[in-house]
């Protein structure tokens, strides 16, 4: 069964904007935390911000904010004045405690900033 | 501090050969993982490391693929022989342990089987 789900495949988003990348997950694990990497073109995996299932707020880096509605089961990212720069592939992933931490990845949204 | 260190950057090798990849992990990461990502798709979970140990292996595709983790230390994947569909990028990562530990990539290894 698909651990965690990304819908969107592709988003363009003009430069200055907000962007939202949706994240779903399945876990029946009431302790798990969830991550969200950046993977530009150049290859390497970034972390950008993570959201632990106990956490009390909506964890916020930046630019980046994520969206954590616990009962809905999603942890949608939100990249507010959006940059050239934020062109790349987005990751949701999650690590289940009741999996001793095993990192499970969607399958990502390619974000296109334009100018 | 090191980061995640993959070798080699790029590999072309012939359907049969073997390919050994490297991964050294930062120092003190209990956990490490290996992850492969074929052109277009997700990111697929191989296996995870706990210091020597192999806590999880049930993404390895099939019994062409071995890694092992020396002393708790680097590891190596290696694929005998490759086939074609062996292809794509093979991430390396590595975390201290706990849930909110971030997990922090190599570069990957870029595998192409011709």
């Known amino acids: 069964a698909q651990k965690i789900t990304q819908t969107q495949p592709g988003m363009f988003v003009q430069e200055k904007e907000a962007v939202t990348l949706d994240c779903t997950y399945d876990?029946?694990?009431?302790?798990?935390?969830l991550f969200w990497y950046k993977q530009p073109s150049s290859g390497e995996m970034i972390f950008l911000i993570y959201?632990?299932?106990?956490?009390?707020q909506n964890a916020t880096e930046g630019r980046y904010s994520l969206n954590f509605q616990k009962a809905r089961k999603s942890a949608n990212l939100v990249i507010s004045a959006s940059q050239l720069g934020d062109s790349a592939m987005y990751f949701c992933?999650?690590?289940?405690?009741?999996?001793?931490?095993?990192?499970?990845f969607g399958a990502g949204t390619t974000v296109t900033v334009r100018a | 501090e090191a980061g995640v260190t993959q070798f080699p950057s790029h590999s072309v090798i012939e359907k049969g050969q073997t390919v050994t990849l490297r991964c050294d992990p930062i120092?003190?990461?209990?956990?490490l993982y290996w992850y492969r990502r074929v052109m277009g798709k997700e990111i697929k979970f191989l296996l995870h490391?706990?210091?020597?140990?192999?806590?999880?292996e049930s993404g390895m595709p099939n019994n062409r693929f071995l890694a092992e983790r020396t002393g708790g230390t680097y590891s190596t994947l290696k694929v005998q022989p490759a086939e074609l569909e062996d292809s794509g990028v093979y991430f390396c990562?590595?975390?201290?342990?706990?849930?909110?530990?971030?997990?922090?990539f190599g570069q990957g290894t870029r595998l192409t089987v011709v």
């Open positions: 959201q632990g299932s106990y956490d009390q």
């Open positions: 992933a999650m690590r289940e405690h009741i999996n001793d931490y095993k990192l499970s």
């Open positions: 990562a590595s975390s201290l342990r706990g849930q909110r530990a971030e997990a922090f």
């Open positions: 120092s003190g990461h209990d956990n």
């Open positions: 490391f706990v210091k020597e140990s192999k806590q999880d």
């Open positions: 876990t029946s694990d009431p302790s798990y935390g």
